[in-house]
């Protein structure tokens, strides 16, 4: 019975925890991405990166799984120009972009990058700790009944790549960093985010205006 209450609960909520298994794959994204931008339609990218293991991973049905992954968090954006900008751009650039596809894929990534650091940004708050962090999935496991029913070893990884996204992306220095960096928006990135009508997430990569 338990176990049909949590896919009650699981099929209710916007948010999951597969990034602990899918991380920010900044080069997984990049390969995936120059095979899309080179014209494959997404069975033959998948195919290409087994057969290649281009991601030297162990399995295939590891490279099977991480390449789906990619290719949906790629679609997410909904726009061709973005996944040539992930396949081409320089990589500061391009993990910028990278950043923003992780936050239209997941849910929760969103909300972290609006409510915790956007915020941060808007009221010129610079400090940031490990308590950010607590406070933000608190007040999740209060608003969400599926997030309420992970165990801490969830929360604590689902944390850890939450930070490693943000040192990724040079928001932070480290996992111990008591400040945030103050982050320059790709004009590339800003100008796609507004022709898409997405401006509420400007304030994430520190644009206010």
């Given amino acids: 019975m338990p176990q049909k209450n949590d896919k009650v609960l699981k099929d209710a909520s916007p948010y999951n925890a597969a990034m602990t298994r899918e991380q920010f794959l900044f080069y997984e994204m990049r390969t995936a991405a120059k095979l899309m931008n080179e014209g494959l339609d997404k069975g033959a990218v998948v195919e290409r990166i087994?057969?290649?293991?281009?991601?030297?991973?162990?399995t295939e049905k590891s490279l099977r799984k991480m390449a789906l992954a990619c290719i949906r968090r790629l679609e997410s954006m909904e726009d061709d120009t973005l996944i040539a900008?992930?396949?081409?751009?320089?990589?500061?650039?391009a993990k910028q972009v990278c950043l923003y596809a992780m936050m239209r894929q997941?849910?929760?990534?969103?909300?972290?990058?609006?409510?915790?650091?956007?915020?941060?940004?808007?009221?010129?708050?610079?400090?940031?700790?490990?308590?950010?962090?607590?406070?933000?999935?608190?007040?999740?496991?209060?608003?969400?009944?599926?997030?309420a029913t992970w165990s801490n070893s969830t929360i604590t990884k689902v944390r850890q790549v939450l930070t490693k996204m943000l040192i990724e992306n040079e928001y932070l220095d480290s996992t111990d960093a008591d400040h945030l960096n103050p982050v320059l928006i790709s004009p590339l990135?800003?100008?796609?985010?507004?022709?898409?009508?997405?401006?509420?997430?400007?304030?994430?990569?520190?644009?206010?205006?």
């Fill in 85 to 93: 900008a992930i396949a081409t751009q320089p990589s500061d650039v």
């Fill in 189 to 209: 990135l800003e100008n796609a985010i507004r022709e898409d009508g997405q401006e509420i997430v400007l304030p994430a990569f520190n644009c206010l205006t």
């Fill in 50 to 58: 087994v057969s290649e293991n281009l991601f030297q991973y162990p």
């Fill in 106 to 147: 997941y849910r929760l990534v969103w909300d972290f990058m609006l409510t915790v650091v956007g915020d941060k940004y808007r009221k010129l708050d610079s400090s940031f700790s490990k308590m950010d962090l607590n406070v933000f999935f608190i007040r999740l496991q209060e608003q969400d009944d599926w997030v």
